[in-house]
């Protein structure tokens, strides 16, 4: 499984907003962002070159792909799954990685970041209706049960990451002492919580 081993911070550097790449540390003064507010690589005094249509519908993909960890092969491949699919692709291909297990992990609390429930799900920590399910990457649909497993309630990474949980989103319910979660409901535009316009993604992709 190919993952993006570089330096994270230097991705929300590059577009020039907090992804939560690295948990904690991102709320933070110690976030990159905060410190250095200003793309990596060399500083000159040259003029900036005049963006362009294609290069905002890039950044944007960038940005998406980015934050939700993928790399671009299987981000196309999500793309194209999205636009074959009923309903707005924009939304449909948002909907798609929002219910990838390890995002699901990220948006019940039981990880700090989602590169931590990508480590997690595949070290089997979680079970998804009390079945193993090791793949980050696996598609969770409505009224599924996401469990810890019992050989693993005793992580402190997890714990750690319920203590300082961000909001659950509505479609999403958790139960923390149990420490399981389930999916409600497949979400809407207005409860995913992405700063992106999808919309541009699909018109860098429809070129």
């Known amino acids: 499984m190919a993952v ?13 907003v907090k992804m939560m790449l690295r948990g904690e540390r991102c709320a933070s003064e110690k976030c990159a962002m905060e410190r250095r507010p200003f793309p990596p690589g060399q500083r000159t005094t040259k003029r900036r070159r005049t963006s362009t249509e294609y290069k905002t519908q890039l ?15 299987q981000f196309e491949r ?3 799954i999205a636009s074959k699919a009923e309903g707005v692709t924009g939304e449909r291909l948002l909907q798609i990685l929002e219910l990838r297990l390890d995002n699901i992990i990220y948006r019940l609390g039981f990880a700090p970041s989602r590169s931590c429930a990508r ?3 595949t070290h089997n920590h979680f079970t998804v209706n009390g079945k193993k399910a090791n793949l980050p990457s696996y598609q969770v649909k ?5 469990q810890v497993r019992e050989n693993s309630k005793t992580i402190q990474t ?3 990451a319920l203590k300082n949980a961000r909001d659950i989103p509505d479609w999403l319910s ?3 002492v149990k420490l ?3 999916v409600v409901r497949v979400p809407d535009r207005a409860s995913m919580p992405v700063t992106v316009q999808e919309q541009l993604v699909v018109e860098h992709y429809s070129r």
Not at 4 to 16: T, V, W
Not at 142 to 146: E, K, P
């Open 142 to 146: 409505a009224g599924d049960v996401i």
């Open 180 to 182: 399981e979660g389930t």
């Open 174 to 176: 958790v139960d923390k």
């Open 78 to 80: 999500y793309y194209h």
């Open 119 to 121: 480590q997690l799900a």
């Open 59 to 73: 950044r944007e993909k960038q940005k998406l792909r980015r934050i939700y960890g993928v790399l671009e092969r």
């Open 4 to 16: 993006y081993n570089g330096p994270r911070c230097k991705l929300c550097r590059r577009e020039g």
């Open 158 to 160: 997890i714990h750690s």
